[in-house]
């Protein structure tokens, strides 16, 4: 079965700093895996995917993640934190396909805070 | 707004009523979801509809009743709910469940509902 853990339920950085969400990974297979953003009262936004190609994945609003196989992690990354990063964010692996399509398996989401 | 809306954004209901959640998804996918996301846990998926063919019920409660009667809309049936249901519901579509694109998931803004 394929899992994720993020390591961290909450993250503050002040603004203009680097951003660091970590996320480790559980699959029996090559995964894919990705990353969504949740702000307030809002549903959730597709960042960024992997999907065997590139490991480096570049995203919007500036974030990156990096597949590493060999740690199996799928941290997420931007080098300037801004105000409106501050949201809820979601590592997401994708397991087998059936008739009701991929499993996605959801972590519990990093509580991002920027501070002035 | 996103392709994806929800209807009403918040809704509170006491245990022995009947209401209903409406998604529609403008963006001409064939899979929808709904999932609950509940405070502190994975998001859970529930149900799973395939051109207007349910392929997923992921062990939900009775007092739950999905409906989708064309690819474009989604509605979940609440009756007598308790007050552990009271959470965010979240309806999202693919292009289709199993093809190019099928893991990658565009959300709505969710539906809150509290149950008294």
């Known amino acids: 079965a394929q899992s994720v853990t993020q390591l961290d339920s909450h993250v503050s950085v002040s603004e203009g700093t680097p951003v660091l969400l970590r996320c480790n990974y559980s699959s029996s297979y090559s995964p894919s895996l990705f990353w969504y953003v949740q702000h307030p009262n809002k549903g959730l936004q597709l960042l960024l995917k992997?999907?065997?190609?590139?490991?480096l994945v570049k995203g919007i609003n500036g974030f990156e993640a990096e597949f590493k196989k060999s740690e199996t992690s799928f941290h997420l990354t931007k080098p300037s934190a801004h105000m409106s990063d501050a949201a809820e964010y979601f590592c997401v692996v994708s397991g087998t396909v059936s008739n009701s399509g991929y499993a996605l398996n959801f972590g519990k989401g990093t509580s991002l805070l920027v501070t002035p | 707004e996103t392709g994806v809306t929800q209807t009403p954004r918040h809704l509170v209901m006491g245990m022995t009523n009947k209401k209903s959640l409406k998604c529609e998804q403008h963006l001409g996918h064939n899979a929808m979801y709904w999932y609950k996301q509940s405070a502190k846990k994975p998001l859970e998926l529930m149900f799973v509809y395939n051109f207007k063919e349910q392929t997923e019920n992921n062990s939900v409660p009775s007092r739950f009743s999905p409906e989708c009667p064309n690819s474009s809309h989604l509605f979940l049936h609440l009756h007598t709910l308790q007050p552990e249901d009271s959470a965010l519901y979240l309806c999202a579509s693919s292009q289709s469940p199993q093809g190019a694109g099928a893991n990658v998931l565009t959300f709505g803004a969710g539906s809150r509902l509290t149950v008294l």
């Open positions: 992997y999907t065997s190609a590139a490991t």
